[in-house]
């Protein structure tokens, strides 16, 4: 079974700052791994993905997370936020098999001037 | 647009009364998730169709919730003698599967509310 643990339920910075939104999982088996934002009063929407290849991943808004095998962790950042990445950001995993989706609890991004 | 539409998007009830939900995926996707999400928390997973079978049902899943996928096309998912608990966000995901998962696309959800 997989699991996902995101290390921090609210991350306050000021805009312009850096952000890391950090993501945990564990599986006994490969992974496919990804990250989702929700604004408030939306929908779930993908920001970016890792099925394979290039342990980087760019994704929309500026974002980038890094799959890192051996720490199994898949943290999300973000060079300089904006007011209008407040939101609600989500770690999930899934495995080659197709199974669902399973979510972490979410992060809370505040982004203050 | 052709996303994920769900509706109602809001439902209040009763204790103890029956209410549906109902999915429509995107057109070519073969694949329906449900997802039920509280104040707080992220998306728990509850069931899910590949065409119209269904594939797998969580735990959260109670004899008193039951999904439908009749045609592979829209989905139902109805709750029977609501509870308080039941208080949530029922969430609609589809997807293309073929040998690997793929994006799920979420629709904006069904809020319920039982008093």
């Known amino acids: 079974a997989q699991s996902v643990t995101q290390l921090d339920s609210q991350v306050p910075v000021f805009e312009e700052a850096p952000v890391e939104l950090r993501c945990n999982y564990s599986s006994s088996v490969s992974v496919y791994l990804f990250w989702y934002v929700q604004y408030p009063n939306q929908g779930l929407q993908l920001l970016l993905k890792?099925?394979?290849?290039?342990?980087l991943v760019k994704g929309i808004n500026g974002f980038e997370a890094e799959f890192n095998k051996s720490q199994t962790s898949f943290h999300l950042r973000k060079p300089s936020v904006h007011i209008s990445d407040t939101a609600e950001y989500f770690c999930a995993v899934s495995n080659q098999a197709g199974t669902a989706l399973i979510f972490g609890k979410g992060t809370t991004l505040s982004v203050s001037s | 647009d052709t996303g994920v539409s769900q509706n109602p998007r809001h439902k209040i009830t009763k204790r103890g009364q029956n209410v549906t939900f109902r999915c429509d995926p995107i057109?070519?996707?073969?694949?329906l998730y449900w997802y039920r999400q509280t104040l707080g928390q992220g998306p728990e997973f509850l069931t899910y169709f590949q065409n119209e079978a269904q594939l797998e049902k969580s735990r959260l899943l109670s004899d008193r919730f039951s999904a439908e996928r009749p045609k592979g096309s829209f989905s139902t998912l109805e709750i029977q003698r609501t509870e308080q608990g039941d208080s949530a966000m029922y969430l609609c995901a589809s997807s293309w599967y073929r040998g690997g998962t793929g994006e799920l696309f979420f629709g904006e959800g069904s809020r319920l509310t039982v008093l």
């Open positions: 890792y099925l394979s290849g290039s342990t």
């Open positions: 057109s070519e996707h073969n694949r």
